[in-house]
Nanobody, 124 residues
Framework: QVQLVESGGGLVQAGGSLRLSCAAS????????MGWFRQAPGKEREFVVA????????YYADSVKGRFTFSRDNAKNTVYLQMNSLKPEDTAVYYC?????????????????WGQGTQVTVSS
């Protein structure tokens, strides 16, 4: 069992940056692939990024590639999402997820655990 708690959301102007954090509980944190999804009002949940448990395999959605960077610190049981060059269309609730990574599948992260979400709002 893994519990995930996100933080770091907020309001930012277009072109700005935010860093989201996701703190995980449980001794088996390093056994899980991790990732982020987001959901904008009136839209379905959308895949953002997934990273395999080893940290060597990373997959970004085309919409965020080159702007967002995922990182994980297994010693701190925490993952991060650095978001740069933010656009109004990035506005959404961002969810941290933990599960299994499947190469060749989209999205590559099959999530077993979810955080409660953190709101990111980008103003134009």
């Amino acid at each position: 069992q893994v519990q995930l708690v996100e933080s770091g959301g907020g309001l930012v102007q277009a072109g700005g940056s935010l860093r989201l954090s996701c703190a995980a509980s449980g001794r088996t944190f390093s056994s899980y692939a991790m990732g982020w999804f987001r959901q904008a009002p009136g839209k379905e949940r959308e895949f953002v990024v997934a990273v395999g448990r080893s940290g060597y395999t990373t997959y970004y959605a085309d919409s965020v590639k080159g702007r967002f960077t995922f990182s994980r610190d297994n010693a701190k049981n925490t993952v991060y999402l650095q978001m740069n060059s933010l656009k109004p269309e990035d506005t959404a609730v961002y969810y941290c997820a933990a599960g299994s990574y499947y190469i060749g599948r989209y999205p590559p992260l099959q999530s077993d655990f979810w955080g409660q979400g953190t709101q990111v709002t980008v103003s134009s």
